[in-house]
């Protein structure tokens, strides 16, 4: 066991009845959860799949899965260990068939809800509320509301009854759309994240068995973060722990439930979110017995950070555990202290505040001889960014080290210029997302073109792609003669190159052109504007926006350029990929949207900020300053943080009162009465504490007197007297007003040294990953490194048809043979076909000939496995069951089609083939299977592994038994296949054979063709 305090002991070994674990900032509150669970299984108290934890965030849920997986031996059982969405999503996934619901369910996204909703519009009850001009806003306050609803645990029905007693007008309408629009979610198949939650509770609600069985199956529950959990969640936690009238629990009930909860209502910072902070202010109401346990004892920083930060806090008393519970939470640091560690910088304005930033971090990483009056010297390249400078190894810090965190992503803006001014490297984190990257914004404009051909804003950026490369002259020309004929940029190219949307050619200008461009631009304009032209025709087709976007992507030219480039290309690449993925997503999941649903939704995703992140991981080792929102840093930590824009109106920030508030009579969470400005500044103070409380050695608190053209002083924030303890900042107050001059405000602009950037390759792999190596390890490099997307062939989405029917098809026989009478009767050839039909996809076919001889063709491959290859006494154990294993220090990954249980400890673990059929020679000698068998023997703890693949097309099962000669055999594959990646070993193996089925055949020298 890892060390432990004598408090951090207490909480591990608490064996039985509820418990509380109030952990302070720093205070080893993940190591302790961990513990506990290692505790529990190690001790026998429960079996590991007895064992339930939840949490907020894949990061929280993976890392928790990871250290409890590093104290346990091979072999054991896993505990469930996800956050609250996933948890609940599995069950559905399970169960929803007794609630009528599709188990196929598509998952909707905040932007995805918005576009569904308003393609509904005129289905709804709505008259006052319903948006004819903009709609945005109106719907997003709409689908705000409903969600709110839902954080509370407010039915349709309830809201309904409640309106038409106490309201009249727009409320009533909006209450029917409340329950209209769940229903209709219902009916196609479609939830939101809250629908996960609330769905869930209605599960248990209506159909006790399945609540009884959850209850049974779960031992201990465990929560981390309580203090984030909103209303619903709350309900959620205490039914599997004591029933669906929880509240009416007896006393002995409420004192065996062995839940036990951890969190700290200090860092409760996401009341925007829905968060109830009252679920771990009243958590000993409902269980008046439980122990508690207080974690004080700070191992991240110095006491005088500490001190300054309790000090700003306890101005939230008293609602506060450490009232209410008559508790001691002043941290008590266990690092080496020091003094002089929490520093103020008052500046006169934005500019200076700026520049005092970054000469301390120049003073801090050993660049002092950058600090100058002029800094003429200085080398800028063509985007502004000075070279970056390198740290002096005898200095104490890192760029890394250091945070500077913001309230708002727009108080960023002003900082970073000065950052690139003096060359100081920096990088985002989680502000920057996908939609913001160069390389993305191109294939975005070239769609925003596509449905508005006037948007003169994204003509200009698809025409400042590299691939083009347009002479500045000819760029001026473009826009400025459009400008003088009153006509689009898009227009005037159509006219000027005879091409007009997409449907007729006329006679080309060629005097005009030729007298107007030079010959490289004619012919990269000529090439964009076919480009167009075949993208408008293959709208008229219906066609998928990532099939017209794939095709700009190739014939562009773009492909090949970022395939054959240097410096950041790999990395673009990859954000490009992501692109597609996310793309295609929205489009399996939105079957019938057409190209013009999808910028639609891109656009306000875009617009509400609900924009995907980049891949983040490959920035963890880069030396850069760290910049970042408060809410993004939680769970982090650093060194030296800063903490800029601290006056009012920044921080602590303007309440933002809800559009469309819920009725106080609805809102269920128990609060003291406070005006919403009060709740608003303790939240905003519980923000500024969580920021604070992020620094490890040095907290550096910076204001200006005066921001942008404001001609009105700010006053400094409140949570600076608090935070220093002093009534008066006479550092502040003797700040003289100076002019500011300014500095553009490019803070979107991140440079980043690509070449110094570390990729973790080898460390973790999946089965396809070591095929795809083993086949041609310079595909693989294009697959997996540079993961060039490619356009889908009929072959895979047929693949993903048939193993999306077959999953469902199983899902029914299992609950048939878990004994659900009267619920369910054993599947039919029917219900097969019909499960086919539903998701049945025509993408990627030459036309629709093909797709319906294809989709013949699944037909009788599914009969010929009804009727000759499923008994219907298969005793399945789990469906698509995704694993990792660990071998050498590898993580190796999969997802396994069917677990069933055999005769004895063993089972046999299925996996089907649409492809051809193997002899039973390779069978034996397949990666995959032996893969599944070590997954088998590491987490399932089973005797006998018996692994078959099911040839759907030949309708033929193979099997095989997979031993430890197999084991031993795959375990060395793997390490031996992960070193040659992590030695970037990625010369080609051309075959013809191989190569003419190629994805990248096009843009590989070495295909043999």
């Not at 993940?30 to 990061?59: C, D, G, N, Y």
């Not at 903009?134 to 509370?152: A, G, M, Y």
């Not at 920044?650 to 106080?664: H, T, Y």
């Not at 993408?843 to 219907?872: S, V």
């Amino acid at each position: 066991m890892i060390k432990l305090n004598v408090e951090q002991k207490k909480a591990v070994n608490h064996k039985t009845g509820p418990l509380l674990i109030i952990a302070g900032a720093g205070t080893g509150k993940t190591k302790v959860i961990t513990e506990r669970i290692v505790k529990i299984m190690q001790s026998e108290w429960a079996k590991p799949h007895e064992i339930l934890a939840l949490t907020f965030t894949e990061k929280a849920a993976s890392e928790m899965e990871g250290r409890v997986d590093e104290q346990m031996p091979i072999g054991y059982e896993e505990p469930w260990i996800s956050t609250f969405h996933s948890f609940c999503d599995q069950i559905l996934r399970q169960e929803a068939f007794f609630l009528g619901i599709d188990p196929d369910y598509k998952l909707m996204s905040e932007s995805e809800s918005y576009v569904f909703f308003k393609q509904n519009m005129f289905n709804f009850s709505l008259d006052e509320l319903r948006p004819l001009g903009n709609p945005t806003k109106c719907i997003d306050n709409i689908l705000k509301h409903f969600s709110r609803l839902q954080d509370e645990d407010v039915i349709p029905q309830e809201y309904i009854e409640y309106v038409e007693k106490n309201c009249s007008g727009f409320e009533l309408e909006l209450a029917k759309t409340y329950k209209e629009f769940s229903e209709l979610k219902i009916s196609q198949g479609r939830m939101t994240f809250a629908d996960l939650i609330t769905n869930t509770l209605k599960l248990f609600r209506e159909k006790p068995q399945i609540l009884e069985k959850y209850q049974n199956k779960f031992k201990y529950i465990l929560v981390d973060e309580y203090q984030d959990t909103n209303y619903s969640q709350n309900v959620l936690v205490n039914t599997l722990a004591l029933g669906v009238d929880f509240k009416k629990s007896s006393k002995k009930e409420r004192e065996k439930a062995n839940i036990t909860v951890v969190g700290d209502d200090d860092q409760a910072i996401y009341k925007f979110r829905g968060a109830a902070i009252s679920n771990i202010l009243q958590f000993k109401e409902i269980y008046p017995e439980a122990k508690r346990v207080v974690l004080t004892e700070n191992f991240r920083s110095n006491q005088e950070i500490l001190d300054s930060a309790y000090g700003l806090i306890r101005n939230n008393d008293p609602n506060r555990l450490e009232v209410t519970e008559g508790i001691d939470k002043r941290l008590v640091s266990r690092v080496s202290d020091a003094t002089g560690t929490v520093k103020l910088i008052p500046t006169a304005n934005v500019l200076e505040e700026a520049e005092a930033i970054s000469n301390e971090i120049l003073c801090l990483t050993g660049n002092e001889k950058n600090l100058s009056d002029d800094l003429n010297y200085q080398v800028f390249d063509s985007k502004g960014q000075s070279s970056f400078l390198k740290n002096e190894s005898e200095k104490k810090y890192n760029y890394s080290d250091i945070a500077i965190l913001v309230r708002a992503n727009s108080h960023a803006d002003d900082i970073v210029p000065l950052l690139r001014y003096y060359g100081i490297p920096y990088k985002f984190v989680g502000k920057k997302g996908l939609y913001t990257r160069p390389e993305v914004k191109y294939f975005i404009s070239f769609l925003n073109t596509l449905y508005d051909y006037k948007d003169n804003v994204s003509m200009f950026n698809v025409l400042q792609m590299e691939v083009w490369d347009i002479e500045v002259r000819d760029f001026i020309e473009i826009f400025s003669e459009a400008k003088r004929r009153k006509i689009s940029a898009f227009e005037f190219l159509e006219d000027v190159l005879g091409v007009r949307d997409g449907s007729s050619r006329r006679k080309s200008k060629r005097n005009l052109t030729e007298k107007t461009f030079s010959k490289k631009t004619l012919d990269s304009l000529k090439r964009l504007m076919e480009i167009y032209e075949q993208a408008f025709d293959y709208i008229k087709q219906g066609k998928k926006g990532s099939e017209i976007i794939y095709e700009f992507f190739d014939k562009s030219g773009y492909l090949k350029f970022l395939e054959s480039g240097g410096g950041d290309s790999e990395f673009r690449l990859e954000n490009i990929s992501k692109f597609f993925r996310l793309m295609k997503n929205f489009e399996q999941n939105n079957r019938e949207s057409t190209v013009y649903d999808y910028i639609d939704y891109l656009n306000h995703s875009i617009e509400v900020g609900e924009v995907p992140s980049i891949d983040e991981d490959v920035f963890l080792e880069y030396d850069a300053v760290n910049i970042s929102t408060v809410h993004s840093a939680k769970g982090l930590e650093y060194p030296v943080v800063f903490l800029p824009s601290l006056v009012k109106g920044r921080f602590p920030s303007r309440n933002m009162s809800e559009k469309l508030p819920i009725p106080d009579d609805l809102i269920k969470e128990e609060l003291p009465e406070d005006d919403d400005r009060n709740t608003n500044i303790q939240e905003e103070r519980r923000l500024f504490y969580v920021a604070a409380t992020r620094a490890k050695e040095k907290l550096f608190l910076s204001a200006a007197k005066y921001y942008g053209e404001g001609k009105r002083e700010n006053k400094p924030s409140v949570f600076l007297n608090e935070v220093l303890n002093r009534e008066e900042l006479e550092e502040f107050d003797n700040v003289k007003r100076t002019q500011d001059f300014g500095f553009m405000k490019d803070g979107d602009i991140e440079d980043i040294d690509y070449s110094s950037l570390i990729r973790d390759l080898g460390k973790k792999v999946s089965f396809s990953e070591i095929n795809d190596y083993e086949k041609c390890p310079k595909m693989y490099k294009y697959k997996y490194i540079l993961r060039i997307p490619v356009s889908v062939g009929h072959q895979a989405v047929f693949g993903t048809v048939i193993h999306a029917t077959l999953r469902d098809f199983y899902r029914i026989h299992k609950s048939v043979n878990e004994g659900f009478e009267g619920f369910f009767e054993k599947p039919t050839l029917d219900d097969l076909l019909n499960l086919y039909y539903k998701h049945w996809r025509e993408e990627g076919y030459q036309d629709e000939k093909h797709a319906k001889g294809q989709k013949k063709k699944g037909e009788e491959i599914l009969k010929y496995f009804y009727n000759e290859i499923y008994t219907g006494q298969e005793n399945v154990l789990d469906l698509e069951k995704n694993f990792k294993v660990d071998v050498a220090g590898i993580t190796v990954s999969g997802v396994v089609d069917r677990i069933d249980t055999i005769e004895g400890n063993g089972v046999e673990l299925v996996d089907y083939k649409t492809g051809k059929l193997k002899e039973q020679k390779e069978v034996e000698q397949d990666i995959q299977l032996m893969i599944y068998g070590l997954f088998a023997k590491q987490k399932l703890g089973v005797d006998t592994v018996k692994a078959s693949l099911l040839f759907l097309d030949a309708g033929e099962k193979i099997e095989t038994e997979i031993g430890e000669e197999k084991i031993g055999f795959v375990k060395d594959k793997i390490v031996d296949t992960a070193k040659c990646i992590q030695d970037s070993k990625f010369e080609p193996r051309p075959d013809y054979h191989g190569c003419k089925f190629c994805d990248y055949k096009k843009i590989c020298d070495d295909a043999n063709l």
